[in-house]
Structure formats: C-alpha cells, structure tokens
C-alpha cells in the first residue's frame, strides 16, 4: 500500500512538472522569422538602371566578398590578415561579363557609410585587382554614364555625383 501511494505520488509530482512545462513554454513567445526585400528602394531602383545600361553583362546584387575573393592554401596568412575581416563585406553591386568574369564592383555612397569600412573595402578590392566604381545614392547615373564608367574602364573611382 505504501508503494502505490509513493507511486501516485512521483506521478502526480511528474505530471504536475510536464503540465508546469508546456503552461512555461506556452507563454514564452516565440521568435518569428520574418523576410524583407533584400534591396531597398533605391538600390532596387538603380540595379534596374544597370540593368538596363549593361544588358549583355551579369549584374549581381549584395554580394559577399567571401563569394568571389579567396587566399591560396599554403600562401603566408600574415600577409592577409587585413583580409580575414572583410570575408562578410558586401558589394552593392558586382558586374561580370557573360562568362561571369568580373568587371568591377560598384558601390552606392550614403552620408552614414563608415568610411573605415569604405577604405578596407577599397583596399581589399585593390589588392585584388578589381576596379570599384561609386556613385553616390541620392544622385544616381545615367545609363550613359553607367556605361562610360563600367565599358570604358573610366578611372577606378567614377565621379561621386553629389
């Protein structure tokens, strides 16, 4: 008699424990994942101006510097620890010819850009040898001049429209 009334009683306690439980984990809201555009109004509104001015070129948007820049294995890392910062750095904009080779980055200039980050991103896409054109975003470019600064390889900084 005693074992089944210590036996209630570790069950009674348990399944208290397991209601307690879910009630806890019932109230506690949970966290929602929830989406955004990946490119806001103007940078939507400018990728359709490359769009345009280079139809026959790859234009693609938010890139990670990870996904297009590496370092060879056995290479000396101390000569590229400036790199090991900018792997999450993202390009606005990369441009790359049909065979996906690339052509230059581009960049959309805002008052609040940090120009420490600004310098790396200028410096690691230097050292890479690929040509960063800017413009700033409020005075976005023709598709002329698009076309003059990306095609005719315009000077690795085209002019900041302000």
């Known amino acids: 008699m005693e074992a089944l009334a210590v036996l209630v009683v570790v069950g009674v306690l348990v399944l208290a424990h397991v209601l307690r439980f879910r009630i806890e984990k019932k109230t506690a809201p949970e966290p ?6 990946p490119l806001s109004e103007p940078e939507q509104s400018f990728y359709q101006t490359l769009s345009t001015a280079l139809p026959e070129h790859h234009v693609l948007p938010q890139v990670c510097f990870s996904r297009f820049l590496y370092t060879r294995v056995g290479q000396r890392t101390d000569e590229y620890a400036p790199w090991s910062g900018g792997q ?7 441009v790359c010819d049909q065979a996906f080779d690339i052509v230059c980055a581009i960049e959309l200039e805002e008052a ?14 230097s050292q890479a040898g690929i040509r ?6 409020c005075r976005p470019p023709s598709t002329a001049e698009i076309r003059q600064a990306v095609l005719n390889g315009a ?5 900041l429209m302000a």
């Open 132 to 137: 960063l054109v800017k413009w700033h975003v």
């Open 112 to 125: 609040a850009d940090s120009a420490n980050r600004n310098r790396a991103k200028v410096r690691i896409l």
């Open 32 to 37: 929602q994942l929830l989406t955004r555009r």
């Open 88 to 94: 999450q750095m993202v390009v606005d904009y990369l």
């Open 155 to 159: 000077e690795s900084q085209a002019p």
